[in-house]
């Protein structure tokens, strides 16, 4: 027992049923991290309920929940190391794997240097304290070469906060539960729950808006779900958001509707973005965005006038070649409305261990280094992973031969024209993190898994920062691991261990075992809770102990979010920067270009999320893919007619660089002239034997790794061209 362990609350027991337990816990399979009670029945998983006491989900979880019990007992799951032979894999003991791991790694970087390693790190990463773990083994990789979902994701809202609000850290949140005017632009958190601004039961939460007098916009190709529940949808053209916005803010300034105090206190660049938008009325941007003039003049008089308002942009904003402009519009627009720092607009976390506050000493290391080609600079220390497979592809000095993945899928999750298959197969050495046999970990030399997400004790110290309400929740373990098990955070130590200098990688085994476990994650969090803004140090005996969030009901609720613009602004004049240099030049380059929309028939293509799918990786659990095939090309009746296709037909979708065939279903959801196919989807030759029995394609297999968003290097999904047609 280590200082910080207590007994583990077991919130009920069935006294006719002794086997009966049920174990407060979290869903991690996305940010939202919902409270859950596992009721275990004789080993097995009987039931998963919403935890009502849980402070940020209040019960809520969504039909995914419940895969925590099918993942945990998924006879594919793997519960031993495997190596490869020849062209299966053979269990192999944990001593044996690191080391013949650590051998060949060292090798590798001696004969070809610290850029031969590579790195990606997948999304589940980042639902767990084994992201802490696995940035230190980052570090220790030493190698420029690292990649992460976050360039697929949310980079250009990280891009656009550094050069606002001087920190990628400081992307704002939405104050979704006190906004009297919540405008959703590229997100559909009735399906996500939320994601940089975490509201888990986000219906709930969007409806209270509506409920108390307030208004809900959503912008979007797509009548979502989310849609249903607002007041008005707006179906922008895919990539036509840069140009609402500029509309929008040309209203803003020319009619005097921003907040003059505001500006003139908070921040620069007013003179620039005057002049950049003056030119953008409604009426010159309406065929750009795909929205009438009247209705971006009323999207922007409505803000104004809101008692408080806040505009929640997400992932549908972030694939686009102008990402990081929409990123920065929305929050010029939140900031010069008086919307920014205020409640019910968009404000900034006080997590336990206080990030926004560290936001100015947390380099962001921008241009440190590019990528071989020269075409992306690293951000965040980051290379883009639309470029992983030339590195490892392209011959030369620096080119990747041996590669690390963790709790990444991203021959399914990233665009690179089948390359990535090829790629890591021709590595030296692969070495994967992760539970399963994906169409990325078949390739690996060895495969590290993972106790199950049951299995785990934790504190995820990512939902604590980008949550709409300041908490700290615990995940309690539903089982006990079997002996010999590791963890996440342990195998990224075992392996970061296995690249350090010879005398600290000669320690014996048992002193190794001791400093790595004493680096425990719960032991971090209690000091970093400690020392944070609600620790013991700070607050003596008021503070709050990991013990207290421990044996908590459902976690420890933090209050609201609170106005600390002052504290955490990173910019070094303190000014909120409105017209950063680099996004003035490139929108006007934007506005200058004449648009080149083919009219050739060629539909956009965009992507869409399903409530009881999670990316690539949970396609095994049978209970999450009964029903309809998912995996269809969604298109509007006149676009279907005109091409003579009717719903049900299995036609063939075909970009610039492939085509997948897939079903058609036809909506009069979507905008017409758009159509939207789900990621993550067409599984093959993987170990998931149900996933690879269902039907589907890699829409990633469309898009262009070439094309991508101007600042960050992020896949630009959405500005992807397709021709459909009967399947061949
Ligand atoms: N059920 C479920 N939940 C999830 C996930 C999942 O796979 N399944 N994934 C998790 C992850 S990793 C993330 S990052 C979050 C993402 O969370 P969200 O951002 O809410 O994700 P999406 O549901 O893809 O919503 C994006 C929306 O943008 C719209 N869109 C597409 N192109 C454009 C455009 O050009 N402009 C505008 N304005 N809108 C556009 C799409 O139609 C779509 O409705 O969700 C998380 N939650
Ligand atoms: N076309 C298109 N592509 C997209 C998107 C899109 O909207 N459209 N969305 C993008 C987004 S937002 C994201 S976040 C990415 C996700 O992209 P990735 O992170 O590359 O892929 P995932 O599908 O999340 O795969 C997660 C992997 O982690 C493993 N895993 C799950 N839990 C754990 C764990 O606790 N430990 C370990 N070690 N492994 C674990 C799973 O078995 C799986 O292999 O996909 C992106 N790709
Ligand atoms: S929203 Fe669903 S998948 Fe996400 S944490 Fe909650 S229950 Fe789990
Ligand atoms: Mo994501």
Redesign the pocket.
């Known amino acids: 027992m280590t200082a910080i362990d207590v007994p583990l609350p077991q919130v009920r027991g069935r006294a006719e049923d002794a086997a009966s337990t049920t174990h407060r816990s979290q869903c991690t399979l996305?940010?939202a991290h919902c409270g859950i009670q596992v009721t275990v029945i004789d080993g097995q998983v009987s039931r998963i309920a919403g935890n009502p006491d849980d402070v940020l989900s209040k019960g809520y979880i969504?039909p995914?929940a419940t895969a925590m019990g099918g993942l945990h007992h998924d006879p594919d799951r793997l519960r031993t190391p495997m190596r490869r032979v020849g062209d299966s894999f053979e269990p192999v003991g944990w001593d044996e794997a690191f080391a013949e791991i650590g051998t060949r790694l060292r090798r590798v970087r001696h004969q070809h240097g610290f850029r031969s390693l590579g790195m990606y790190l997948g999304?589940p990463a980042a639902h767990s304290s084994g992201a802490l773990y696995g940035l230190a083994l980052r570090i220790a990789l030493l190698t420029p070469n690292f990649y992460s979902?976050s360039s697929i994701?949310?980079m250009p809202h990280e891009y656009a906060a550094w050069r606002v609000f001087g920190s990628n850290v400081l992307v704002p949140i939405t104050d979704i539960d006190r906004t009297q005017r919540l405008v959703i632009?590229?997100?559909?958190?009735a399906?996500?729950?939320?994601?940089l601004s975490i509201m888990p039961g986000a219906k709930r939460r969007i409806k209270a808006v509506r409920d108390r007098g307030g208004t809900v916009v959503v912008?979007?190709?797509?009548r979502?779900e989310?849609t249903r529940l607002a007041d008005r949808h707006i179906a922008?053209?895919?990539?036509?958001?840069l140009y609402l916005l500029l509309g929008m803010l040309h209203v803003l300034v020319t009619e005097n509707l921003c907040d003059a105090t505001v500006v003139e206190k908070l921040t620069s660049g007013w003179a620039e973005l005057s002049e950049l938008v003056a030119t953008t009325t409604p009426e010159a941007m309406a065929a750009r965005a795909g929205v009438s003039a009247e209705e971006i003049r009323a999207l922007a008089r409505e803000h104004a006038a809101a008692e408080s308002a806040a505009i929640y942009?997400?992932?549908?904003?972030c694939?686009?070649q102008t990402a990081t402009l929409v990123s920065w519009l929305v929050m010029v627009i939140n900031t010069v409305t008086g919307n920014l720092d205020r409640p019910g607009g968009t404000m900034f976390s006080t997590p336990i261990v206080d990030v926004p506050r560290l936001a100015r000493y947390i380099p962001v290391g921008h241009g440190w280094w590019t990528d071989r080609s020269g075409r992306y600079k690293a951000f965040r220390t980051e290379l883009p992973a639309v470029t992983m497979a030339d590195e490892m592809l392209t011959d030369g000095p620096g080119r990747i031969r041996a590669m690390i993945t963790y709790a990444g899928n991203p021959v399914s999750s990233i665009p690179q024209k089948g390359r990535l298959d090829e790629a890591l197969a021709e590595l030296d050495l692969y070495v994967a993190v992760d539970m399963y046999i994906t169409e990325t970990t078949r390739h690996a030399d060895f495969i590290l898994p993972p106790v199950s997400p049951l299995e785990r004790e934790d504190v995820a110290l990512l939902t604590t920062i980008f949550s709409v309400r300041n908490n700290i929740r615990y995940q309690h373990r539903s089982f006990q691991a079997a002996a010999g098990a590791l963890e996440d955070w342990q195998i990224l130590s075992r392996l970061t261990f296995e690249l350090l200098p010879t005398p600290l990688r000669r320690l014996t085994a048992p002193v190794r075992e001791r400093l790595i476990a004493f680096a425990d994650p719960l032991r971090v969090t209690a000091a970093a809770l400690a020392t944070g803004p609600y620790g013991r140090l700070r607050r003596g005996r008021k503070g709050i102990t990991l013990r207290a969030v421990r044996e908590s009901a459902g976690g420890i609720d933090l209050g609201p979010l609170q106005p600390r613009l002052s504290k955490v602004l990173a910019t070094s004049d303190r000014r909120v920067h409105l017209a950063p240099a680099e996004f003035v030049a490139e929108a006007a380059a934007r506005l200058a270009a004449r648009t080149e929309e083919p009219r050739d028939g060629r539909l956009q293509l965009?992507?869409?999320?399903?409530?009881?799918?999670?990316?690539s990786w949970l396609h095994n659990v049978p209970t999450m893919t009964g029903g309809n095939n998912r995996c269809t090309v969604l298109m509007h009746p006149e676009d279907a007619a005109a091409r003579g296709l009717t719903d049900g037909d299995t036609v063939r979708v075909t970009s610039q660089v492939g085509h997948i065939d897939v079903e058609l279903e036809v909506s009069d959801e979507m905008r017409a002239g758009t159509v939207?196919v789900p990621h993550?989807w067409g599984h093959r030759n993987t170990g998931w034997r149900h996933a690879d029995s269902l039907p589907g394609a890699n829409v990633n297999d469309l898009h262009d790794p070439d094309q991508v968003d101007t600042f960050t290097g992020t896949a630009a999904l959405?500005n992807t061209w397709v021709t459909v047609g009967a399947a061949g």
Not at 236 to 241: I, K, L, N
Not at 313 to 317: M, P
Not at 606 to 615: Q, V
């Open positions: 996305c940010e969504c995914k999304n979902a994701d949310q632009l590229g997100a559909n958190p399906v996500s729950n939320g994601s912008i979007d190709p797509r979502t989310t922008v053209r895919p990539g036509g958001d942009a997400r992932i549908g904003i694939h686009q965009i992507g869409r999320r399903h409530l009881r799918s999670n990316n939207a993550g959405n």
